[in-house]
């Protein structure tokens, strides 16, 4: 049986596991990470053979046989130098309809052209949202038609709880870093948008792309507007699935 969502979070993350006991990583607070981990003792892991403590990033094997493969894991490495987070430091592939996805906090989904999800992968998405976890997607080279196809897909599978605009304000800018704006690789980009379920954000979806395409092999941004500040953004929404 899976663990619920605070329960588990807490036990990826050592650095947050004394926050969480004592209710300190509550919705609404935006908590600063830049603290002294807690000694853990590392016990093994099923998943990706890494202990307890380390957190661990899935990279989406969807519609069928669609990979997420242009998008840079460099961020877990900056998670470490700049907050209390220990990562795995690499994503592990899992495919959207498998039962491997319940072991992850945090997803990442991405791609170019359309796609459709079948009718369990869509299922399966569905209950990983609605029991904690957290998707952040983005589209590569700001690709068109994988924007409408995502957008589709999250009507389908979420229908009473749309795609909608994240201020700036809101937490998930607030967690390691303060970021204030997002900055765009050919001018102004548009805002990360999400699917909120009780006051938690369970997607994260930018059209323009948080992909880091300067950390990854064969892959470019092809003229798309890329937010250049997107480490920091991912740092922070790694955080954020790990404290809400």
């Known amino acids: 049986m899976r663990m619920t969502g605070k329960i588990r979070h807490c036990l990826w993350m050592g650095a947050f596991a004394f926050a969480c006991a004592a209710g300190l990583a509550a919705p609404g607070d935006a908590p600063t990470v830049k603290t002294d981990a807690v000694s853990v003792v590392p016990e093994p892991k099923e998943v990706g053979g890494e202990p307890d403590g380390i957190v661990q990033v899935a990279n989406l094997i969807y519609a069928g046989t669609k990979s997420s493969t242009c998008f840079s894991d460099h961020f877990l490495i900056q998670a470490e130098k700049d907050s209390a987070i220990s990562t795995s430091r690499r994503f592990h592939a899992v495919k ?32 990983f949202v609605e029991g904690g976890g957290l998707l952040l997607a983005s ?14 897909e999250m009507a389908a599978v979420f229908p009473d709880h749309s795609l909608s605009a994240i201020p700036m304000t809101h937490p998930v800018f607030h967690t390691v870093y303060d970021i204030k704006s997002l900055n765009g690789m050919h001018g102004p980009v548009r805002p990360l948008e999400g699917v909120t379920f009780n006051d938690r954000l369970g997607v994260i979806y930018s059209v323009d792309g948080l992909n880091d395409t300067a950390h990854t092999h064969g892959c470019c941004c092809c003229g798309g507007n890329e937010i250049t500040n997107d480490a920091q953004v991912n740092v922070n929404i790694l955080a954020y699935s790990l404290l809400y």
């Open 139 to 152: 589209a590569s080279c700001s690709s068109p038609d994988w924007d409408r196809s995502f957008r589709a």
């Open 96 to 127: 959207l309809s498998s039962d491997e996805l319940f072991e992850f906090p945090l997803v990442i989904m991405t791609g170019e052209g359309t796609f459709e999800l079948p009718a369990a992968e869509r299922q399966n998405l569905r209950k």
